[in-house]
């Protein structure tokens, strides 16, 4: 297999054989001409069941995880209900770690729950604890996101998988935050990848996207027959977005890692920084198996705020958000410009009075690839003003 940024580039990516075009055709068509009632040319029908773009980013997903299939989404949580919901019945019970992220726990929590489908919180570095939230007959998933967001945990995928499979238990793993360019969980033993497209595989904060990755071909069936049945596919001027990005994955994250890891070293130094939390940093206590299932630490930062009580922590947090510049204050991660944010109250809110509630004194970066010294610089004036 050829490496990693070949294969961003080239896979399922061969020039167009009808007019040599480099760059694969944006197939804007929502149906396709056929020859003789039922002669499909290409397999093509109707652009819900398949479509040539989104075809292609399906087949150049599949081989950057290193898995059999890929599946591209209108989104991340749609990506995932379609998962959650061709694994799971009514009875069906979801173990996920205790710091997903918040919209996938208010999925789970209250969009499935009411269905049927229980779940149960759990510390995923406990791995007697996840043994023992394992119920064989019952829970159909084990829903890992490393590193998580926004808390930056780091989990082992490969012992989590060793436990899901000796109950016939599945393996999630949510990979938005790695990026395949730094971490294969198919590799590891997990049974499905799911991305959030909307982060680094777009890149660029311009399209909202979602992608399921799997090794099994019997899971790949099952999930392609629910993807059309459920319909919350990528568009094609969506999927095209992807796919140009997907080609410049690799240089991305390698700079938003190393922006990144300066940035974690130097809060760390300053005086009105608590925690920093970056799985790159000796000193994260999951250091040492992000450093073995990692190629690389990546672009999100999260750090704590003193503060004389909780509350003037949190007043901090809430300030520095507000006083950054280059910095820009909103959701989402994972474009090349550096955002900022206040997990608790934005991207969080909806986890708060539950087991996966955040600190009210974090602060969340994405880290983005502008000069370092300027985003440095940005912080340090919003820190000590
Ligand atoms: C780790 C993670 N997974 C999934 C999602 C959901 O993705 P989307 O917003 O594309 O639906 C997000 C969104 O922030 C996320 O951060």
């Known amino acids: 297999m050829s490496g990693f940024n070949t294969r961003a580039i080239h896979a399922g990516q061969d020039p167009d054989p009808a007019t040599g075009a480099v760059i694969p055709p944006l197939h804007l068509t929502t149906t396709y001409k056929q020859d003789g009632v039922g002669g499909l040319r290409g397999g093509y029908e109707y652009s819900r069941s398949a479509n040539p773009t989104r075809d292609t980013l399906q087949t150049a997903l599949a081989a950057l995880e290193q898995g059999t299939r890929g599946f591209a989404f209108a989104s991340g949580l749609a990506a995932e209900d379609t998962l959650l919901r061709t694994v799971c019945r009514p009875g069906d019970r979801i173990v996920l770690g205790g710091d997903a992220y918040g919209g996938t726990y208010r999925l789970i929590s209250r969009v499935l ?136 994955l690799g240089v991305r994250v390698d700079r938003h890692s190393a922006n990144a890891g300066r940035i974690a070293e130097w809060l760390l130094e300053h005086p009105a920084v608590g925690d920093v939390l970056y799985p790159g940093l000796p000193q994260h206590r999951n250091h040492d198996i992000a450093a073995k299932q990692m190629s690389g630490f990546g672009g999100m930062v999260s750090f704590r705020l003193r503060g004389t009580d909780r509350a003037a922590a949190e007043e901090a947090a809430l300030r520095v958000c507000e006083k950054t510049t280059l910095f820009t204050l909103a959701e989402s991660l994972g474009g090349v410009e550096s955002l900022i944010e206040h997990p608790h109250r934005m991207t969080h809110a909806s986890a708060a009075g539950s087991p996966l509630e955040v600190p009210a004194d974090l602060v969340r970066l994405s880290v983005g690839i502008e000069d370092v010294e300027d985003l440095l610089a940005d912080l340090e004036q919003a820190l000590s003003s």
């Open 113 to 248: 729950e009411p269905w049927g489908v229980t779940h149960q919180p759990v510390d995923l570095n406990d791995a007697d604890a996840v043994r023992a939230a394992v119920a064989p007959e019952t829970t159909r998933v084990i829903w890992c996101e490393t590193p998580s967001n926004p808390l930056l945990n780091v989990s082992d995928i490969a012992a989590l998988a060793e436990v899901a499979h000796a109950s016939g238990t599945l393996l999630v793993v949510d990979n938005t935050f790695a990026s395949p360019y730094l971490q294969q969980p198919l590799t590891l033993g997990a049974d499905v990848v799911v991305h959030s497209t909307t982060k680094y595989l777009g890149g660029h904060s311009d399209v909202v996207g979602g992608a399921l990755v799997v090794s099994d071909a019997e899971l790949g069936e099952r999930l392609a027959y629910h993807q059309n049945a459920m319909g919350a596919v990528a568009g094609p001027f969506d999927s095209w977005l992807v796919l140009r990005s997907l080609k410049t």
